[in-house]
Nanobody
Framework: VQLQASGGGLVQAGGSLRLSCTASERTFSTYAIGWWRRAPGKEREFVAGVGVIIKDTYYSDSVKGRFTISRDNAKNTVNLQMNNLKPEDTAVYFC??????????????????????WGQGTQVTVSS
């Protein structure tokens, strides 16, 4: 599956952005999807994930309560609603598809080596 991330931009602290991850393949709904980010000079960091079952969502502690991940399988889209953004949220954000032979649990969805496909990134910049 090929993924396309969009929706990044420049926003002031406290503002909101919504990122979208889309794919053209109908198999998109059979993949758990994760959002990751990489800030300058830092390691890639898990942000949020959603399982094949829509109610199964996962968040990093740094974004819990501020970000919401959702998926619309009819539109082949996973969205990441980001509210109350902080300057430390500044990063390039990527969506990725978890291997379908992997059981989707907290440990696996937070392991980057278990993802089989990564989309191109979208830049999010939060000014103070």
């Amino acid at each position: 599956v090929q993924l396309q991330a969009s929706g990044g931009g420049l926003v002031q602290a406290g503002g909101s952005l919504r990122l979208s991850c889309t794919a053209s393949e109908r198999t998109f709904s059979t993949y758990a999807i994760g959002w990751w980010r990489r800030a300058p000079g830092k390691e890639r960091e898990f942000v949020a994930g959603v399982g094949v079952i829509i109610k199964d969502t996962y968040y990093s502690d740094s974004v819990k309560g501020r970000f919401t991940i959702s998926r619309d399988n009819a539109k082949n889209t996973v969205n990441l609603q980001m509210n109350n953004l902080k300057p430390e949220d500044t990063a390039v954000y990527f969506c990725a598809a978890l291997r379908r032979d992997v059981l989707v649990v907290v440990a696996t969805i937070k392991t980057p080596s278990l993802y089989e496909t990564w989309g191109q990134g979208t830049q999010v910049t939060v000014s103070s």
